[in-house]
């Protein structure tokens, strides 16, 4: 029966952190909250701006949503973008950040194979490319008390495993 619940931004997003861990751009000491047995990734959907900054106050994150984009006649090939909000109180965070982000994703194919390595094997999906569709650092965060944000946008194409070739449905 295959997993709906899989998605390919969860994968990224993982990879993201990742990178951004292993570079020392993120430090995963400064992501424990009180009460919680596990860091928290710093990389959250919008909804949960207010709870990550009561749980961390002061602290950086990256808010994301995706975009799929129309599906063409290579139907097997999926395109989506990746929409990131680079949040921190210092512009030189965002800068390091968008830096990083910039270095890791405009390679096309060779960013493919960097994120590729990060994932699980048992991966359903491949990447085929990422890009950088737009980097917008800085914007003023009016409502979040002194934060500001960078805005930072990464296309990306990958497939995703088929259960029988004549019907291409996802396996």
Do not use: C
Request: glycine share 6%.
């Amino acid at each position: 029966m295959t997993d709906y619940s899989l998605s390919a931004v969860y994968e990224i997003r993982n990879a993201m952190w990742k990178e951004l861990t292993d570079a020392g751009i993120f430090d995963i000491n400064n992501y424990y909250a009180d009460g919680l047995p596990e860091a928290i990734i710093p990389i959250i959907p919008a909804q949960q701006i207010p709870e990550l900054i009561n749980l961390l106050p002061g602290q950086d994150f990256i808010v994301y949503h995706v975009e799929q984009k129309k599906t063409g006649i290579q139907w097997w090939v999926t395109q989506e973008s990746i929409i990131l909000d680079i949040v921190s109180n210092k512009t030189d965070r965002i800068m390091t950040i968008t830096n990083f982000l910039t270095d890791l994703f405009r390679r096309y194919d060779l960013s493919a194979k960097t994120i590729n390595a990060d994932v699980d094997e048992s991966s359903p999906f491949t990447y085929l490319y990422f890009n950088i569709e737009l980097s917008n650092p800085i914007q003023m965060f009016t409502d979040e008390g002194g934060y500001m944000s960078g805005d930072f946008t990464v296309g990306y194409a990958y497939t995703r495993d088929i259960g029988n070739e004549y019907t291409g449905r996802f396996a």
